[in-house]
């Protein structure tokens, strides 16, 4: 049998914030935190992904048991101005803001040299209390069928610690998130590929001709330099950076 596309899990997954441990304002206007979350997460699903095309064949369902983890993220918050500002259409944003979370991921599991199953990623709605928390599954449907499409209002990005309890990713994360996005910000507009791939925003699906674009409008915003943050030479962050690496934290 010639087979020519591999399968890929379709999971379903919400975080809830548990604890905060730092917070601070970023340009965009967005927000940088680190915390305790919970991770919960279910595969629900598969869907066939053809080799070299990456064009979605085919999918199916599969029921296995909810997985919850307590653990720690880092998470960037778009507020809700950042989202207004953006000259798109609503499918083109969410495309665009699981594209950029997807390649801050790459980025992050770069910087840290861990490898990319050591960090999850989820995308939910601040605030994530009980009463308003917003479901995975409700936006993956909606980036196939845009009568389902809801939009996030203020959402919530999560890179998070995919051990329980957390090793220790989070809080780097959080101290060099300037490097994160500037890094991420080349990774996306270095990539040849015309509307994504798996090594920038992820494999293009259908109507995402803009996911690029998108990613790198947010991150446009969320890089702008602002006073306090212009005053930090560009050798110092290197130095951060390296020290960083070398260390595995602060
Ligand atoms: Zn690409």
Redesign the pocket.
């Known amino acids: 049998m010639n087979v020519d596309y591999y399968t890929d899990a379709i999971r379903y997954t919400q975080v809830r914030v548990l604890e905060v441990a730092e917070e601070a304002r970023i340009a965009g206007p967005a927000a940088r935190v680190h915390g305790d979350v919970l991770v919960r997460s279910q595969v629900v699903g598969f869907k066939k992904i053809k080799f070299f095309t990456n064009e979605n064949i085919g999918a199916g369902k599969l029921e296995l048991p909810e997985n919850e983890m307590h653990t720690t993220a880092f998470w960037i918050t778009l507020e809700r101005q950042l989202l207004t500002e953006l000259p798109y259409a609503l499918s083109d944003r969410q495309t665009g803001i699981f594209g950029l979370l997807y390649a801050l991921e790459s980025m992050a599991s770069l910087l840290l040299m861990c490898d990319r199953r050591d960090l999850g990623t989820a995308v939910g709605e601040r605030p994530p209390s009980p009463g308003v928390e917003s479901e995975w599954q409700e936006f993956s449907a909606a980036m196939t069928d845009p009568a389902e499409m809801k939009e996030f209002f203020e959402p919530n990005l999560y890179l998070y610690d995919a051990y329980p309890g957390g090793i220790g990713f989070s809080e780097p994360l959080y101290r060099v998130h300037g490097i994160l996005l500037r890094k991420t910000q080349e990774l996306?507009s270095a990539?040849?590929?015309?509307?994504?791939?798996?090594?920038?925003?992820g494999p293009a699906g259908e109507k995402c001709e803009k996911t690029?674009e998108v990613a790198l409008a947010i991150l446009a915003k969320l890089c702008e330099t602002r006073l306090e943050e212009s005053v930090v030479p560009e050798r110092a962050e290197s130095r951060a950076e390296t020290r960083m690496m070398a260390e595995g934290g602060n």
């Open positions: 996306i990539c040849p590929c015309e509307q994504g791939c798996p090594s920038c925003v690029k």
